[in-house]
């Protein structure tokens, strides 16, 4: 890995469903890929998460966390320079949540944006839940990142991950970097594409979501049933005009172009246009990431090595990390250690 003087990143994303979706690209993973750039980076599959709501099954959880890995890498995070790996394989995640818990109030926890939507739509809630701030608040501090690159739907959590750093630094000593969280303006929130009010996500209907593993023809029809407006300019207008602005967001994270300058292209077109355009963008990332990820789930015992390599780089990382907060709390060290 690259030389320690670069400033650290560290994302985790959950292996929830087989594909990621557009949403996840643009909002998160694209920050992923160009951090490598300037950061060493740390990014892993957040599995401990997953069983958070309704746990998968068991062996749609081993194949969806393959499949994440080979979304990554086929989306440009480069298994060379950064470290991928599983949560579930580096145990420090959990032994220094714990220490977290303790730290954060009930309430604290029960005010998080996340928590309360998910309770109130009423389905059977785990105490794991209630915590999965806290793991994600150790997943960050344990690597003493710098910089935490997620779409805008984490912030809160990132906040809380703040507070929970000076918190035990205020009580046990300097500790812990306190992280700042990373969402550039080109993070767009990418919306659905039936119900432009809403945020695209795994959760609503399929005719609103594209995921990057769908069928490239599934994604052209899914774009042009998009739900646009009764008017015919192209415009972007997120607060009035949802539904094209939502399609000039795409299109212009999909093909690295700016919002006005599409605006400037499609001026005096119909949406029509507008659709075709996004359709054929969209499909140009998709078909040859699809070939990637299917090329790279064809060997399923080579993603496995690249997760080990991961895990290898960031278990040093993460003990050093939950040696260093035993000690400080007053755990007594093990006989081997000292
Ligand atoms: N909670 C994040 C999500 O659902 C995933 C996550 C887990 C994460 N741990 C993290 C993101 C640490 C950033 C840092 O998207």
Redesign the pocket.
Known sequence: MASTSLPRA?????PTSASFHLGNYIG?LRQWVALQETHEVFY?L?DL?SLTLEPPLPADLTYRSRSAAAQLIAAGVNPERSAIFL?SHVGGHTQLSWVLECLTGYGEAQRMTQFKDKMARGAAVSLGLLT?PT??AA??LIYQANH?P??E??RQ??ELTRNLAQRFNARYGETFVVPDVYITKEAAKILDLQDPSAKMSKSLPEAGTLNLLDDPSALAKKIKRAVTDTETEIRYDPATKPGVSNLLAILAAVTDRSVPALEAEFSGQGYGALKNAVADAVVAFAEPFNSRVAELMADPAEIDRILARGAEQAQPVAAATVTDVYERVGFVPPLGRR
Do not use: K, M
């Open positions: 560290l994302s985790g994303i959950q998160a892993f957040a998460h949560q999965y793991l994600q997943d960050i935490v997620v779409g739907d984490q959590h990132v």
